[in-house]
T-cell receptor, first 113, second 116 residues
Framework: QQQVKQSPQSLIVQKGGISIINCAYE??????FPWYQQFPGKGPALLIA?????SEKKEGRFTISFNKSAKQFSLHIMDSQPGDSATYFC????????????FGKGTMLLVSP | DTGVSQNPRHKITKRGQNVTFRCDPI?????LYWYRQTLGQGPEFLTY????????KSRLLSDRFSAERPKGSFSTLEIQRTEQGDSAMYLC??????????????FGQGTRLTVV
């Protein structure tokens, strides 16, 4: 049973464009939703995270939109840059994040120059 | 460097051999997690420790896998009688006990295991 579903599997965006990655979860006990960025050969690194008491969180060019009733959340990367080319994983956790992470399958983003 | 450190970075082993990986977490973090990541997939939880106590194990952790965290510091993950299906990236992460401030899990760079 896949508890966090992520789409699309891959995404190509032109430089300066908006990248949008979507995730849906099933377990209503989840209360912490981070996004991780992973470059080849590296471990995942936290990009931005949200808790369900807010519907949106923005940090620089990265924004998470959260829809609690639909059990969906998405990552928006504004003004996408070639350096953003990486694999992005959404995840979900309980206990305000102080618990194990359930990851989506990942989205491979390529930002073309 | 105060991040999560994993050794070795790469390991090639023959099927049937035993392998052991080491993880050194961020020093003030009391939780340590092991995940496994196969090509094209997200990391999957294997097990975690709070201090030296192993609190949860995934059903993915067969009896050929064992993890320890003596003294609540570094951790080792051992795989006995390796199989080709064990080929994956093994990731270690640690997190802070301070829930109020920051519960972020910091990941190491992983150990890439190839079983031939």
């Amino acid at each position: 049973q896949q508890q966090v579903k992520q789409s699309p599997q891959s995404l190509i965006v032109q430089k300066g464009g908006i990248s949008i990655i979507n995730c849906a979860y099933e377990n209503t006990a989840f209360d912490y939703f981070p996004w991780y960025q992973q470059f080849p050969g590296k471990g995942p690194a936290l990009l931005i995270a949200i808790r369900p008491d807010v519907s949106e969180k923005k940090e620089g060019r990265f924004t998470i939109s959260f829809n609690k009733s639909a059990k969906q959340f998405s990552l928006h990367i504004m003004d996408s840059q070639p350096g953003d080319s990486a694999t992005y994983f959404c995840a979900a956790s309980m206990n305000s994040g102080y618990s194990t992470l359930t990851f989506g399958k990942g989205t491979m983003l390529l930002v073309s120059p | 460097d105060t991040g999560v450190s994993q050794n070795p970075r790469h390991k090639i082993t023959k099927r049937g051999q035993n392998v052991t990986f080491r993880c050194d977490p961020i020093s003030e973090h009391n939780r340590l997690y092991w995940y496994r990541q196969t090509l094209g997939q997200g990391p999957e939880f294997l097990t975690y420790f709070q201090n030296e106590a192993q609190l949860e194990k995934s059903r993915l952790l067969s009896d050929r896998f064992s993890a320890e965290r003596p003294k609540g510091s570094f951790s080792t993950l051992e795989i006995q009688r390796t199989e080709q299906g064990d080929s994956a990236m093994y990731l270690c992460a640690s997190s802070s006990p301070n829930k109020r401030l920051n519960t972020e899990a910091f990941f190491g760079q992983g150990t890439r295991l190839t079983v031939v």
